[in-house]
Structure formats: structure tokens, C-alpha cells
């Protein structure tokens, strides 16, 4: 058993360190803003866009920079083979804030950021004869360009973009070291659905019932081995909830506030501390789990075709007894998982963390349960309330949405933490990402898993049972949380604010329609009579006759 409790700590040290920060569903990027703070007026009205710069060296194609378009000015094209390609040209004087020394023959022209307002700067290079401005900002960050809240004269007729420093440091290197060159802008739209919002809708769909048949089965096998030792009239029946419930953790709901609580003050400590180290800690932290993880989903699957290698055991120092089958897969996990560590920045990088992802949610998903359906309210309710605190209510306290700034890592100089699933947009120009965050699938599949555990002990079918509505409730959920996140222009959303409702609401409404609702809230399981019971009355009714 020492192997079993190494699996429940390092699992349970899962939940509380990956899973407590689970962040909100986003994507990469924002591509359309409206910021209230900037009001619009006639000639200044423009939403916030990226914009694509994409450059030609003497014809040959070359990088490409990505800037945001002002409030005002023309509005860029949005598709490619609409934007032509201008001649770039350096403002004389840089600042652009005095009438030019040479007219523009339709050029694109860059000047340095300061010393006059924005607007300033595009009336001059317009006056001069540009087709539009590309201002360099003097930090690497891009800057929202709005119209000051006195000026009138909002008369513009060509496109500005802001670019950071370190881009128009390499511009300028090529203006310098060519003899031309020459940039295309166009500001491409993001489709409205792409295809791996389909995929991670499916991959979270998939984990939860993996992780809920696996669940069940070992509930029933448990309950199966009870029932045998009780019709045999065994002493070892307190050793029987042992065997039933060993390497298992049920949740009360005391631990299940006390969990938001600590997930809280977790969160907190990864906003304020979050940097390259910290991140490198919970990248550590992710492989250990994910190992753990990967090597129990392995060698439950393996075991069934090598069950004489899953039964055979050896003694190892410290971790107890471990059977051979699991010293022939661990290896191969943590080779998996330091590969995955190693390469992380690499472009399929996504795959090994999905996979160590996946294969960490399903072991606690095994592991952890939720007894009855009243400590599974009290969890969803208070994870659905810290999932909308900490994304949206935290932008009074912090003046950003701390949620969204841990998910992305914006602090740390890295993609973010690696406590999510993730799938990179296959047709949206703009790349980045589709995730969804451990919380999202766990928590939800906590309850889940409870109504495929109490439908097989009461025998229930699907139609009858609650397994199916809630994952219909929970599948539901999801696709409206890609909806809002589609409608709101890929600002981050809280998963929860919408699968909460869906999948408790559904298990508490059927569960009240068919009378069952008292037994789920708190026993969690059918009554069963034990098999004893029938076993002496058949005596008994034998020794009248």
C-alpha cells in the first residue's frame, strides 16, 4: 500500500497546485477592441485592430511585424490580395511634427513616436503626399493611438499604425542596408469558428467520459467485492472498505470550500510572483504530475493484456511494493515527459502537453470523488462564483483580469502555465491557440463521474440514469462558452459561468422530477440489500418447510 498512498499525494498535490488555477477559456490574442476609456468622435471612431506589416527586401519577401491601428483614419483591408505593396520611407524630420523636406509619391512613411500628438503626426504625412503611417513606438509594447478630447480637425484620409520598438528597429536596419523596401497592410478577421474549438470540445468531452467509465468501473468492482465477502459470511468486511475505497479520496464540504479558498490565495501568489523561475517551478510540478498520471493510465491498459507483469510485485525503496509492469512504464513516462519539458517552445509541443494533461485529469478524476451531489454543489457553486471573481470582478481590484494575466503568462516572459489543454487555431490568420484550463474539465467531471457511479450501482440505464444528461449538460455548456467567446472577440470567458449552470442545473432538476433527489444529496448511492440478508432468510424459510 505504500505505492497507493505516493499515487494519492502526489495526485492530491495535483489538484491543489495545477488544478487551483485552472484559467479561463481564452485564445491568443485580441483581435478587435473597443476601449471605453477612448471616446469616439466623428473622424475618431475606429476599433482597435492588429494589422499585419509584412515586408519585401528589393522584391523578395521578407518578415513580418504585427502593429494595431489607430482610432482614426481610413480603415486597413482586411484581406490580403486587396493590400497593395508601397514603397516604405523614412520621415525627414523623424518625429514627423514640422511640414516635411521632400513630398511622398503614395509612400509609406515611418516616424518615431513623441514630441506632437498622433493626429499631428498623420495630418503632415498626409499633407506630404503618404498613403499611410507606421509611428514606432519607443517601447516594445504596442500603444492604443486615439485623438486628444479637445482637437476638431479629424480630417484624415490614410491608414495609421502603431509597431513596436524592436520592430521598427529591424525596419529601419533594412532601410539602412537595401536599396528598397517595400510593405504590404492589411488587417485579416478571425473566422468565426474555427476547427480546434471543435477538437478541445471533444478532447474535454472525451476525458470526462474516459475518466467517468474508469471511475464507475472501479466503484462497481469495489461494491462487487463486498457483496462477495458478505454472502460468504466473511470477518474481513471492515478489510473489504479498505479494499473498496483504497487510493480513493472523497471530498466533503468543508474541503470544498476550504479548496476555492486555497485556490484564491494561490492564485494571487502566481499574479504576484510570476516570472522565468516561478514558471520553471510549475513546469517541474506539471511533469511530476503528469508522469504519475501517464504511468497509472498506462498500466491500467496494459494490464489487461500483461496481468501476470501488473500482479507480479517487487519491493522498491521508498515507493513500497510496485509491480513489474509499472517499472517497465515509467521510464517511458518520464522520458515523455522531460522530452516534452525540454521542447516546449517547439511548435508540436502542444501534443505532449495535451497528452500529459489528459492522462493527469483522468487519474484524478479516478482518484478524487465527490460522495453525494451535496458536496457537489457546494464545490461547483463555489468554483463558479471564483471563476467569475478572478476574471472579471478582479479588473477593480488589480486593474487587469488576473485570471487571464496567469493563464497567458504576460509576466513571466513565457506562452504561460502549462495547466491546460491546448490546440492551435488551424484557419484563423492570426495563429495562437484554443485552451481550456484543468478546472474546466475536472471539476465539472467530479459530478459527472458521480452519476455514472451511482447509475451502475442502481442499475439504471441511460436514458433512466443521470450519466447522459450530464454530459449532454456539460457538452452543452462548453459550446456556449466558445459562443460567447466568439461574440465577445476572443476576450477570455470564465468556462465555468456557463457549465456550472448546465450540468448541476440539469442533475438537480431530474433529480427532484424522479424522487431521487434526497438519496443523491446525501447518500450518494442507492440502498442495496446485503446479500446475507437473503442468503439467512432462504435458510430459515427452508428449515419451516
Known amino acids: 500500500m505504500e505505492l497507493q498512498r505516493v499515487r494519492c499525494a502526489l495526485c492530491i498535490c495535483a489538484v491543489v497546485v495545477l488544478i487551483l488555477n485552472y484559467p479561463a477559456t481564452v485564445t491568443a490574442g485580441d483581435i478587435v477592441h473597443d476601449d471605453d476609456s477612448a471616446p469616439k468622435k ?33 480603415t486597413i483591408v482586411s484581406k490580403e490580395k486587396n493590400a497593395n505593396q508601397t514603397h516604405l520611407a523614412l520621415s525627414d524630420p523623424r518625429d514627423c511634427c514640422s511640414p516635411l523636406k521632400r513630398k511622398l509619391a503614395g509612400d509609406i512613411i515611418m516616424v518615431d513616436r513623441g514630441n506632437c500628438k498622433f493626429t499631428t503626426k498623420t495630418n503632415i504625412a498626409q499633407a506630404a503626399g503618404a498613403s499611410a503611417v507606421l509611428i514606432i513606438n519607443n517601447q516594445k509594447e504596442l500603444y492604443k493611438m486615439v485623438c486628444e478630447p479637445d482637437e476638431t480637425d479629424l480630417d484624415i484620409d490614410i491608414p495609421a499604425v502603431m509597431l513596436p520598438q524592436d520592430a521598427g528597429a529591424s525596419l529601419e536596419k533594412m532601410l539602412t542596408n537595401s536599396s528598397s523596401v517595400s510593405v504590404q ?30 471511475s464507475a468501473w472501479s466503484a462497481r468492482e469495489a461494491a462487487s467485492e463486498q457483496d462477495k465477502l458478505l454472502k460468504d459470511g466473511s470477518d474481513e468486511l471492515l478489510n473489504s472498505e479498505s479494499l473498496g475505497s483504497s487510493g480513493v479520496v472523497d471530498i466533503n464540504t468543508t474541503s470544498a470550500v476550504f479548496f476555492v479558498v486555497i485556490a484564491s490565495c ?33 498500466v491500467a491498459l496494459l494490464s489487461r493484456w500483461f496481468k501476470h507483469a501488473g500482479e507480479s510485485f517487487i519491493k522498491v525503496h521508498f515507493f513500497g511494493a510496485v509491480s513489474y509492469l509499472t517499472l517497465a512504464v515509467s ?47 457546494v464545490l461547483l457553486s463555489c468554483a463558479f462564483l471564483y471563476d467569475i471573481f478572478w476574471v472579471f470582478v478582479s479588473t477593480k481590484l488589480f486593474h487587469e483580469s ?6 497567458r503568462g504576460d509576466k513571466s516572459g513565457e506562452d504561460g502555465i502549462p495547466m491546460l489543454l491546448k490546440i492551435p487555431r488551424m484557419y484563423d490568420p492570426w495563429g495562437g491557440y484554443s485552451i481550456i484550463g484543468f478546472g474546466d474539465i475536472i471539476l465539472p467531471g467530479l459530478l459527472i463521474a458521480f452519476s455514472l457511479r451511482y447509475d451502475w450501482l442502481a442499475k439504471k440505464n441511460l436514458r433512466a440514469g443521470y450519466f447522459l444528461w450530464a454530459m449532454l449538460a456539460y457538452g452543452l455548456g462548453l459550446l456556449i462558452t466558445y459562443v460567447a467567446l466568439n461574440l465577445m472577440d476572443g476576450h477570455g470567458q470564465p468556462a465555468l459561468l456557463y457549465i456550472v449552470p448546465f450540468t448541476l442545473g440539469t442533475f438537480l432538476a431530474l433529480g427532484s422530477k424522479r424522487g431521487d433527489l434526497k438519496i443523491l444529496w446525501t447518500r450518494g448511492e442507492p440502498e442495496r440489500v446485503c446479500p446475507h440478508i437473503h442468503l439467512q432468510s432462504s435458510e430459515e424459510s427452508n428449515e419451516e418447510k
Do not use: H
Not at 492588429?50 to 518578415?63: F, H, N, P, R, S
Not at 497592410?185 to 467517468?212: K, N, Q
Not at 522565468?276 to 493510465?297: I, Y
Not at 513516462?333 to 493527469?360: E, K, M
Open 402 to 407: 488576473v485570471m487571464i494575466v496567469v493563464a
Open 185 to 214: 497592410l492589411y488587417s485579416p478577421r478571425r473566422p468565426v469558428v474555427d476547427i480546434a474549438e471543435v477538437f478541445l470540445w471533444l478532447m474535454a468531452a472525451g476525458t470526462i467520459l474516459c475518466a467517468s467509465y474508469w
Open 331 to 377: 521510464p517511458f513516462c518520464i522520458t515523455f515527459a522531460v522530452v516534452w519539458a525540454v521542447y516546449r517552445n517547439a511548435s508540436f509541443a502542444w501534443i505532449g502537453q495535451d497528452v500529459l494533461g489528459i492522462a493527469l485529469i483522468i487519474t484524478v478524476l479516478q482518484i478524487v470523488r465527490v460522495p453525494n451531489l451535496k458536496v457537489g454543489t
Open 42 to 74: 466623428p473622424g475618431c471612431e475606429n476599433n482597435f485592430v492588429l494589422v499585419k506589416v509584412q515586408t519585401w527586401i528589393d522584391g523578395i519577401e521578407d518578415a513580418e511585424f504585427v502593429g494595431v491601428g489607430a482610432r482614426f483614419g481610413t
Open 266 to 298: 494561490f492564485l494571487v501568489i502566481l499574479y504576484k510572483l510570476m516570472s522565468f523561475w516561478f514558471v520553471e517551478l510549475l513546469v517541474v510540478l506539471f511533469c511530476v504530475g503528469g508522469v504519475e498520471g501517464l504511468q497509472t493510465c498506462l
